[in-house]
């Protein structure tokens, strides 16, 4: 029988297949044995997620159900296995059903691949998870929750020894990076019935540089023994940066930063984190926000807060004192107004051209003690009160609407600390408020961008310099830019260059290769050419950058697309294998710059936990130390001559702040520019001082430029009421007087008289705009700049022409100094009683003709009487003999008939 041999050997060849696959088909006692996929293999015994062989498919969890379950790698400990650590591999995840059906009977077991080869296949393999299966557990073990509904979500933890193979022990025996795997399975209750297989899948990476001294564990007598490491060069940014809790003038809008900078707070304990660490010398570089530092240190001084449910209202003038100016008091702050309803108050630019009914020339008019009215603002506080309390040493009239903040002592310690950490380690100081550069030059703001880069080196330089004497200088950075997303455009990289800095530290993603490539820049040191205008070839500069090496902190989105939970943990987990794996591999020295990002969803345990593995790191002798500021300067390596272009993203572009809230800052920005020109600084006793008005707002633009009002604008928005409510205060103290009656123009060049009036305590330099009358020929000579002293009134004669009777109306306005409106048009009635030119030359030419033809009459008057005075001086003209007509002797033209009989006598009837 023929076939009997080849039935034999088939049967032995299944025997030992299935003997040789049984650790993986094998399960847990009162478990299934064997949760097969849906073609039949059992979990585990796959070597890839690509069934087709052809790699070209994205990752996916393997089987029909093995997405069914999301994760969150919540911890793996530890986080590098050193000769220092514990022999026990412990995991800790957050499981979430994400499918419809209920999963039952939740196990889960460790598998894990070789050691990776290089840094090249580590990256592979951060990309694309294989299923490992060099080491597999032989039995699976229940979750503590072994039930979940659809939408429910657990924590479990695994744990297994890291060397040997008792009791699941994963068998690591050498240094290096291996993929390790979390395979669930459980049971799928379908409408149709129950359905065992594999739910989920949770990818991980144990990172090995030594193993645990106590195991005893050598390398193999067959294999040669792995190198050591070689360090590689590592920066760790450290951010140190809030939303603006200050508004305008030192109030600020909320009390919430004491928690914040308390013991237990989020920025005191990250800066707690840096300040204890034991980071190596060089490996950490603390980032700061200035307006940060100014928000401790106004804090430390006292400091008042508003008031819940209020918002802080239009800033008043500063007063001066008795015998000085507005720069005399002792304490220079506007006091503010505040309203209950939330919004900003401020009086009518149009109440003084309403009020006013013509004061004579010079005529003082009393200061008010709001900018446009004779009474305080509602809530509001006279301005005079705070600046004569505090010129006298009396406690100041705080501002109404708020309370005194609570902060001080928590200020003052938190204070301390950032000194401590400025002195010790180099610290990068960001442009004050951390503001979204990329946006502000967009929109045109590069003056304020300077603005904020000048104040931010001061701020930073007075409030981290200890006045202690003795105390150590602070280690400030002011010349290396840190833009938010580490994106620019070559239009902010300019503006940068210009305002001082030499530096910078970008994302890869705003960078491509040579002109031309397209290439992808690589971390490092790099130069980037700058290009002027749309013109790429034009020469804007250079700017020596060193590139973050994204690919180390991956962001979360990849990693969540390739089964690794995408939170913090799993960046940490994958950023170690890759500096671990380029420590291994001996060949790659690149500086690495780690930028985990500056937002306030960095927490506490985040930066510890990142610290931590660093600093293990480094003990294994897998890192050191970089400096930024020597990546940055003149000794930057050889790799710093790549040349690089910018392209900023259009991620970048899309997070930027709204355009709408851009285009109010610009706005106001220019406001105040413009009024800065027409508020003149004091020159007599007397005269405010508007700077103690002007440069309060200033800053408060500078505080709403912060890139961490992107998701949240509310801070900055009520920063900007505050603004806007402050100049239209003051530019409605300035405005043109108006009657309600009409003004006469008694002749062709009759000047109008206009009356202007200053209500403010500053001195004021405006001019007067006249529109409108063209109809009637109306010409206005422009005036020219006006000052009109404080709180008096003046009259401006202002020549004009006009060609005809008529009324008329005149829009008039006031314009600053540099051409921009001030306060809302005043329309004027005027009436016009002069003849015009044309008119006059009308007349003069109807009396010309009228005279002409009186002459000429006159004239034919005269010959026909000297004619009649020829005649009678000549005597009477006999008949002629034909009987013709005779001339009358008296010169009447009669006719004479020829028959003397014809004649009637006198007394004969006719």
């Not at 514990?86 to 800790?92: E, F, G, I, V």
């Not at 291996?178 to 144990?206: C, F, K, Q, S, T």
Request: with cysteine.
């Amino acid at each position: 029988m023929s076939g009997g041999p080849v039935r034999t050997r088939a049967v032995l060849v299944v025997l030992a297949a299935t003997l040789l696959l049984w650790p993986c088909l094998a399960g847990p006692t009162g478990t299934p044995a064997q949760a097969r996929e849906p073609d039949g293999t059992t979990n585990g015994e796959t070597t890839g997620t690509d069934p087709t062989g052809t790699g070209d498919q994205p990752w996916a969890p393997y089987g029909e159900f093995a997405g069914r379950l999301a994760f969150a790698l919540d911890d793996l400990s530890p986080a590098v296995v050193t000769a220092t650590a514990a022999d026990t591999l412990t995991l800790t995840a957050t499981v979430t059903n994400t499918g419809p059906d209920v999963l039952a009977g939740l196990t889960a077991r460790f598998q894990r691949g070789d050691a990776v080869t290089d840094t090249a296949a580590l990256q592979e393999r951060i990309d694309r998870p294989e299923q490992p299966v060099a080491v597999i557990q032989p039995t699976f073990t229940a979750l503590s929750t072994t039930t979940l509904d659809p939408g429910a979500t657990a924590t479990f933890t695994l744990t297994a020894p890291i060397t040997g193979t008792a009791a699941g022990g994963l068998d690591l025996d050498r240094p290096g990076v291996y993929p390790l795997m979390v395979n669930v399975n459980g049971e799928v209750r379908e409408p149709d019935g129950a359905r065992e297989a594999r739910v989920g899948e949770l990818h991980a990476l144990i990172t090995v540089l030594a193993l645990p001294a106590d195991t005893g564990t050598t390398d193999t007598a067959d294999e040669p023994a792995t190198p050591g490491p070689t360090p590689v060069p590592v920066d760790l940014t450290w951010p140190l940066v809030d939303r603006p809790h200050l508004g305008v003038d030192g109030v600020f809008l909320d009390d919430d930063l004491v928690a914040e900078i308390s013991p237990g707070g989020r920025l005191y304990e990250i800066a707690a984190a840096l300040a204890g660490s034991g980071l190596p010398d060089g490996s950490a570089t603390a980032v700061v926000d200035p307006r940060l530092l100014d928000e401790v240190d106004r804090m430390t001084r006292g400091y008042r807060v508003l008031a819940p449910g209020t918002a802080q209202g239009a800033l008043q003038p500063v007063l001066p004192t008795e015998g000085g100016t507005g720069g005399d008091t002792a304490e220079p702050t506007s006091s503010t107004t505040t309203t209950a309803t939330g919004s900003s108050t401020a009086p009518s630019a149009g109440s003084v051209a309403g009020s006013v009914t013509g004061s004579p020339t010079g005529t003082a008019a009393a200061p008010p003690t709001t900018p446009a009215s004779g009474a305080p603002a509602a809530g509001g506080t006279a301005a005079t009160d705070t600046a004569t309390a505090a010129a006298s040493g009396t406690d100041a009239v705080e501002p109404a609407g708020t309370v005194a903040g609570t902060g001080t002592t928590a200020a003052q310690r938190f204070l301390t600390l950032l000194r401590e950490i400025a002195a010790a380690r180099q610290t990068v100081v960001l442009p004050y408020s951390d503001p979204d550069v990329v946006a502000l030059v967009q929109a045109g703001l590069d003056g304020q961008l300077t603005r904020s880069v000048e104040l931010g080196r001061t701020v930073a330089e007075r409030v981290l310099t200890d006045p202690t004497p003795g105390s150590p200088t602070p280690d400030l950075d002011t010349t290396t830019a840190l833009p938010p997303t580490g994106t620019l455009d070559d239009s902010t990289a300019a503006a940068l260059l210009a305002a001082g800095y030499t530096s910078a530290v970008l994302s890869p993603t705003t960078l491509t290769g040579a002109e031309g490539t397209g290439d992808t820049v690589a971390p490092g040191t790099v130069t980037v050419d700058i290009r002027r205008g749309t013109d790429a070839a034009a020469d804007g500069g250079t700017l020596p950058a060193v590139v973050a090496d994204t690919r180390v902190l991956l962001d979360a989105g990849p990693l969540a697309a390739a089964g690794r939970g995408g939170g913090w943990t799993s960046r940490l987990n994958v950023m170690t294998a890759v500096l671990a794996q380029r420590s291994l591999d001996g060949t790659d020295t690149t500086p690495t710059v780690l930028v985990p990002g500056r937002t306030t969803g960095l927490t506490v345990t985040d930066l510890t936990r990142l610290a931590e593995t660093v600093q293990t790191l480094a003990g294994a002798g897998a890192v050191t130390g970089a400096p930024l500021r020597q990546l940055t300067s003149g000794d930057r390596p050889a790799a710093s001559d790549r040349p690089v272009t910018l392209a900023y993203p259009d991620a970048a572009r899309e997070a930027q702040l709204a355009p709408a809230y851009l285009a109010r800052l610009a706005d106001l920005d220019r406001a105040v520019t413009s009024t800065g020109t027409a508020l003149l600084p004091p020159q007599v006793a007397g005269e405010a001082d508007p700077a103690l008005l002007l440069d309060p707002l200033r800053e408060a633009l500078d505080v709403a430029t912060s890139s961490t009002l992107r998701d949240d604008p509310a801070p900055g928005t009520a920063v900007l009421d505050t603004v806007e409510a402050t100049l239209a205060g003051v530019q409605g103290g300035v405005g043109i007087a108006s009657s309600g009656g009409s003004y006469t123009l008694a002749s062709s060049t009759s000047p109008l008289a206009v009356t202007l009036r200053n209500t403010t305590p500053y001195r004021v330099q405006v001019g007067l705009q006249l529109t409108g009358g063209q109809v009637v020929g109306l010409t206005v000579v422009d005036p020219g700049l006006q000052t009109l002293l404080p709180g008096r009134s003046a009259q401006v004669s202002v020549e004009t022409t006009v060609s005809r009777v008529a009324s008329f109306v005149v829009t008039s306005r006031l314009i600053s100094p540099d051409g921009r409106a001030w306060g809302e048009p005043v329309p004027l009635p005027v009436r016009s009683t002069a003849y015009g030119a044309f008119t006059v030359i009308i007349v003069a030419v109807a009396g010309a003709v009228l005279l002409l033809m009186v002459v000429l009459r006159i004239r034919q008057r005269v010959r026909g009487r000297r004619a009649r005075l020829a005649a009678e001086a000549a005597g009477a003209v006999a008949p002629p003999s034909d009987g013709a007509p005779r001339t009358d002797p008296a010169g009447a033209d009669a006719a004479v008939p020829a028959d003397p009989a014809a004649t009637p006598s006198p007394t004969e009837p006719r």
